[in-house]
């Protein structure tokens, strides 16, 4: 390549102009739509599509809500730092689907639940639905800002474009469409922007890696340099990516989304029958497969592109996060209307968090805090325009909380430490309501406080550690023998800063990432089975056998103490033990 990077954003031309904006303008007709020339839209209309969805759009919808420009653009980077060992990730995915389809899903559906956060009030007492509800209101908060910023980032990389501006349009179009058409429209713009983001993601690694002379030269590099490493059985948590943290620290990254999640059981609610959900449960895991899979590979093939000259060390990007879509406007430059058809991938993955999260957080803040706290007698009509304007406030706080998330560093460890800090307790809270029956509301209260609270001082004492020195991420070696070659290098070579040797930080800090949701998780169940065993044991026959998983049904006859279970529940006349 023989360009300047200036060149290289100059060929974003009026074409690719058009493309990216005719999927906004798309986006914003679907929500014009279903807003104003479908039926009129009551509650159960905008939060959960009035339950009349089919599989197709709901599975396409469960993919596009957390797979986002964060797996686009976070995958390859980390595969071009860190090697392909990443790959591993897809066996958690395998677990956490059927865990999801026949351990937690039942319960709500049995339920039927708007809001999530409703089983723990069902289950335990109101204080923990509305302590859980205020943690998922700051994890889905935060982690739709990190999803808006990811894709603005590319936009200025390969546009030239400014990222605030990119940060405007992301929000405000997502703030009109979900605000305006409400569920319908976030499922089926949803289901259109996993199309174009598997449609551009795939056919730009094609021509990769038919432009570095095909797979086996892409292996043969990757090899070189120590990237094709399968698979890592190291014990040590504290090793970043092993087969451990990344199939069972990664179930229980993902099982908090797919399992508990309210974006996620929200969209299982839309559907009509319980067997349509668990099938696109089924039809997740086949796209997810899919599409880390190409993205994994996708870093293989960035970094055969650049193996003799590695983008950030030569300074001609600044972060890690912005290689690929380098790769992308180097390869597809020529290629008019194919680099907007890339932008266009990455701006709907955000789009399609971003919805799902604003509507699900307006789901939360209407059935958790308006009507079971400040305003129980709210009408039908006035709860429709009260989730409008909680959509609108969600979506402005996205773009607020923007400004922040620039200093979290890589935006895939980021988002998912974000999950594991925050989504652990909230799993460890449900997993013991659902497979612990003797567990009591004080258990569970005390238990997502402890979680929460040692959680937080890990991950403060991690990102304090990496900030001064005492944790740093070895990447795998890069090289710019080649770099000289090139016209397009703006030399930066980046140097260690000379001082004093930094400290060695707390063992505790240097836990891996992937580890943080299974820590969350079990704190929560270990302190809440500690309390419930000082403060007094469950009476499980006044239980309500709903709320409990069906493995807990299936085994009860084994299980010590659970002769009785729902026993008193059954029978009103008998309820006369209170809740502990």
């Known amino acids: 390549m023989t360009v300047s990077v200036t060149e290289l954003a100059d060929r974003f031309t009026w074409i690719d102009y058009t493309v990216f904006g005719l999927m906004l303008g798309v986006s914003a007709f679907i929500g014009i739509f ?47 730092q860190f090697g392909f060992i990443y790959w591993l990730i897809i066996f958690s995915y395998m677990l956490v689907m059927p865990a999801a389809a026949y351990l937690y899903f039942p319960v709500f559906h049995e339920l039927q639940v708007i809001s999530a956060f409703e089983y723990l009030e069902k289950r335990f007492h109101r204080a923990v639905r509305w302590l859980g509800s205020l943690v998922f209101i700051i994890q889905m908060t935060l982690y739709m800002a990190i999803v808006v910023y990811a894709p603005a980032l590319a936009l200025a ?30 499922l089926w713009t949803d289901a259109l922007q996993t199309v174009i983001m598997y449609g551009s993601i795939i056919f730009i690694i094609i021509k990769g890696t038919l432009d570095v002379g095909g797979f086996s030269a892409v292996w043969a ?25 990344l199939v069972i ?11 508990v999640n309210q974006a996620q059981v929200q969209r299982y609610l839309c559907v009509q029958t319980r067997q349509m959900a668990v099938n696109t449960l089924w039809i997740n895991l086949v796209g997810l497969v899919i599409l880390m899979v190409t993205c994994s590979f996708g870093g293989m093939v960035v970094y055969a592109k650049y193996y003799d000259c590695d983008p950030v060390r030569a300074g001609v990007v600044t972060k890690e996060d912005q290689v690929f879509p380098l790769f992308v406007m180097d390869t597809l430059g020529q290629w008019q209307g194919l680099p907007g ?5 990455i701006f709907a993955g955000a789009l399609s968090t971003v919805s799902s999260g604003m509507n699900s957080l307006a789901a939360i803040v209407l059935e958790d805090f308006v009507k079971n706290g400040c305003y129980p ?17 969600f979506g402005l706080l996205t773009f607020a909380l923007v400004f922040v998330t620039e200093q979290l560093g890589n935006i895939l460890s980021a988002a ?72 397009f290098v703006e030399s930066k070579f980046l140097h260690e800063p000379e001082g ?25 169940i270990i302190v809440g089975m500690l309390v419930t065993l000082v403060t007094g044991k469950q009476d499980v026959r006044v239980v309500d056998p709903r709320c409990l998983s069906p493995a807990v049904i299936w085994f009860k006859n084994w299980l010590p103490g659970l002769s009785g279970l729902g026993e008193d529940y059954r029978n009103p006349s008998k309820q006369h033990r209170n809740h502990r």
Not at 57 to 79: D, K, N, R
Not at 225 to 240: E, H, N
Not at 377 to 393: E, Q
Not at 500 to 524: D, Q
């Open 157 to 186: 990389q390969v546009t030239g474009f400014d990222v605030y501006i990119s940060v405007s349009l992301i929000c405000f179009v997502c703030i009109f469409y979900t605000t305006l058409g409400g569920m319908k429209a976030v």
């Open 221 to 245: 590099r990757n090899a070189e340099s120590g990237r094709t490493q399968l698979i890592d059985f190291d014990p040590d948590p504290t090793t970043r990516h092993t087969f451990w943290s």
């Open 500 to 524: 004093e040797e930094p400290g060695e930080a707390l063992a505790i800090y240097r836990l891996s990432y992937m580890w943080y949701s299974a820590t969350g998780c079990f704190t929560v």
């Open 249 to 259: 620290g990664g179930y229980f990254t993902w099982i908090s989304i797919y399992g």
């Open 377 to 393: 007698g709210i009408s039908d009509k006035a709860c429709t325009s009260v989730s409008r304007g909680l959509s609108l406030f």
């Open 416 to 487: 998912l430490s974000i999950f594991g800090l925050v989504g652990g307790p909230l799993l460890g809270v449900f997993t013991l309501g659902m497979f612990f029956p003797w567990a009591n509301a004080t258990g569970a209260f005390v238990g997502e406080i402890v979680s929460l609270i040692f959680m937080f001082w890990i991950g403060v004492g991690h990102h304090m550690a990496r900030y001064s020195g005492q944790i740093k991420l070895e990447s795998m070696p890069t090289s710019i023998d080649g770099c000289n070659n090139l016209t």
């Open 34 to 80: 279903y807003g104003c020339f479908g039926k009129k839209q009551d509650t159960k209309d905008f939060l959960v599509a009035g339950k009349s969805m089919t599989t197709f759009p709901v599975a396409m919808s469960l993919i596009a809500s957390f797979m986002s420009a964060i797996t686009l653009l976070g995958t390859p980077s980390e595969v071009y």
């Open 341 to 345: 058809l890339f932008v266009a991938g």
